[in-house]
């Protein structure tokens, strides 16, 4: 079975943060930082080389699959903020109505840039989700 790439490491969030060019999406991940810092009560840790991870969970699919992984997160990536919403969309749809100016994957939420949603209602998304897989993955 093929392992995950994308690791927790010992790397810095902050130097991390510090090399987003877009004085923009720096401020944005600062925002996010402290806003998935407060609901999950965790430390930030990078995941791989551009993810910025908060808890964790371990997950094992009916395939028998298993593994662990962060309850939310992002990216800043070139094109867009990357938020990781990891319990899906599907039952948020009141939500993902109110949110704003976004697209999603399939547990991707894919953001220009924060001042396009509503950012309470981004905080109640990424909190459901992490209430969501917390009470799931016991």
């Not at 991870?53 to 699919?61: K, L, P, S």
């Amino acid at each position: 079975m093929a392992e995950l790439k994308t690791r927790p490491t010992d790397a810095s969030v902050t130097d991390f943060l510090n090399t987003v060019e877009d004085d923009q999406k720096r401020q944005d991940c600062l925002v996010l930082l402290g806003m998935m810092g407060q609901i999950t009560g965790a430390r930030p840790k990078m995941w791989g080389g551009s993810i910025v991870g908060f808890g964790n969970y371990h997950y094992i699919y009916e395939s028998g699959r298993e593994g662990d992984w962060f309850l939310t997160g992002f990216s800043p990536r070139k094109q867009n903020l990357s938020v990781y919403i990891m319990a899906g969309f599907d039952r948020y749809d009141e939500l993902m109505a109110r949110l704003g100016k976004h697209k999603t994957g399939k547990s991707c939420l894919y953001i220009n840039k924060l001042a396009d949603v509503d950012l309470a209602v981004l905080e109640e998304l990424v909190r459901r989700s992490v209430d969501h897989l917390s009470r799931t993955y016991r």
